[in-house]
């Protein structure tokens, strides 16, 4: 399954925290131009390298199907960024 919503918070110590949510699908649609300019592009490179694009987009398929559920956090000195993909 797609992931639907990426949630990007950003935390600082002597302000409010950011909260800001990304729904998937709408960006994708916006974004699928450069999306069929990246699948393209990644074909030829897999035909450079003698790679089976079949496969790769498959792989590449398998790990955005797995995103839904990461989480990571990042701090760096006294703010902090937390990203959830649901």
Known sequence: MMPQLVTVGVKR????????WVPVLPLV??????L???VLGGTVACHVYRI????????????????????????????????AIR
């Open 52 to 83: 089976d694009a079949v496969r790769a987009l498959g792989t590449g398929w398998r790990i955005v199907s797995a995103l839904p559920g990461t989480r990571f956090d990042v701090e760096y000195s006294r703010t902090a960024v937390l990203v």
């Open 13 to 20: 110590p002597d302000r409010r925290p950011i909260r800001i």
């Open 36 to 38: 069929v300019l990246a």
């Open 29 to 34: 649609l916006v974004l699928s131009p450069v």
